[in-house]
């Protein structure tokens, strides 16, 4: 959600420190095979900081070095296996 909420206000969008989710989750199922769900809502805290922190350090990360392949990595192994 913090994600969403930076990207929302990088768009020009007014949005709040908070957000809610709706969660579904089947209850029971009666007698006429209808499903009746459960319903749970919840507010969560936005941090767009954070969000901001990591798009940072994703920039970094692509913008920096390559690093050596390893025999331990799956990822290494995968290219390797398949080039």
Do not use: Q, W
Not at 5 to 24: I, S
């Amino acid at each position: 959600m913090n994600i969403y909420n930076f990207l929302l206000r990088k768009n020009d969008y007014d949005t709040e420190d908070y957000a809610y989710l709706l969660f579904y989750y089947p209850n029971e199922v009666n007698s006429k095979g209808d499903v009746v769900f459960h319903t749970k809502l919840l507010k969560i805290k936005i941090d767009v900081k954070k969000a901001e922190n990591l798009f940072k350090d994703a920039l970094k990360c692509l913008e920096g070095r390559i690093p050596k392949c390893s025999d331990e990595c799956e990822y290494c192994s995968y290219i390797k296996n398949n080039e």
